[in-house]
């Protein structure tokens, strides 16, 4: 059974930097095509993609945010870790961690974890 | 284009056939997989590549694309389906995602 779950602060200041960690089970994020991305979604709004580390380390951004972010892995610990810097009271939003299976075909965001509440607020 | 444009909200009788659609660039190259999101809960795939699902999604769900616009269909829609429903695709480049808008459907 695959899962993940989010975990970190679920209040930070303005102009802090915000850590998140993915702790996910059953997959590796050494098997091929497997990927481990971040979402977020801003109470009553959208679904925004943020970033994305695949398999072989590679490292995606969302343009719009992609001098804040900094996404790693920890393969031996099955963790995937987000840092998002210069935190804004509008960054306030529920933050995923879903696992992606891409191929050269499709990329399915699969397996969503349960989210984790930030708010920014002083 | 980095954008992928979905109708606000749409409504379908019970049982009725409803179509979702999603608009972008970048559905030219790269296909769209669909999510569903009830109120207070999290998103669930329930469309990916040309037209598959994952297990335990009901084949009443179902995806296509032409040019620049993917769809997914529901057909004979059920009170359970009532929900937001997002596409998400890779951009032009194909190194970044994004998310459509985002669709409400009420099921009436």
């Known amino acids: 059974q695959v899962t993940l779950r989010e975990s970190g602060p679920a209040l930070v200041k303005p102009t802090q930097t915000l850590t998140l960690t993915c702790t996910f089970s059953g997959f590796s994020l050494s098997t091929s095509e497997m990927c481990v991305s971040w979402i977020r979604q801003p109470p009553g709004k959208a679904l925004e993609w943020l970033a994305l580390i695949d398999w072989d380390d590679d490292k995606y951004y969302s343009t719009s945010l992609k001098t804040r972010l900094t996404i790693s892995k920890d393969t031996s610990k099955n963790q995937v870790v987000l840092t998002m810097t210069n935190m804004d009271p509008v960054d306030t939003a529920t933050y995923y961690c879903?696992?992606?299976?891409?191929?050269?075909?499709?990329?399915?965001?699969?397996?969503w974890g349960q989210g984790t509440m930030v708010t920014v607020s002083s | 284009s980095s954008e992928l444009t979905q109708d606000p909200a749409v409504s379908v009788a019970l049982g009725q056939t409803v179509r979702i659609t999603c608009q972008g660039d970048s559905l030219r190259s790269y296909n769209a997989s669909w999510y569903q999101q009830k109120p207070g809960q999290d998103p669930v795939l329930v469309v990916y590549g040309e037209n598959n699902r994952p297990s335990g999604i009901p084949d009443r769900f179902s995806g296509s694309s032409s040019g620049n616009r993917a769809s997914l269909t529901i057909t004979g829609a059920q009170a359970e389906d009532e929900a937001d429903y997002y596409c998400n695709s890779r951009d032009s480049s194909g190194n970044h995602y994004v998310f459509g808008t985002g669709t409400k459907v009420t099921v009436l």
């Open positions: 879903a696992r992606v299976y891409s191929s050269t075909w499709y990329d399915a965001f699969d397996i």
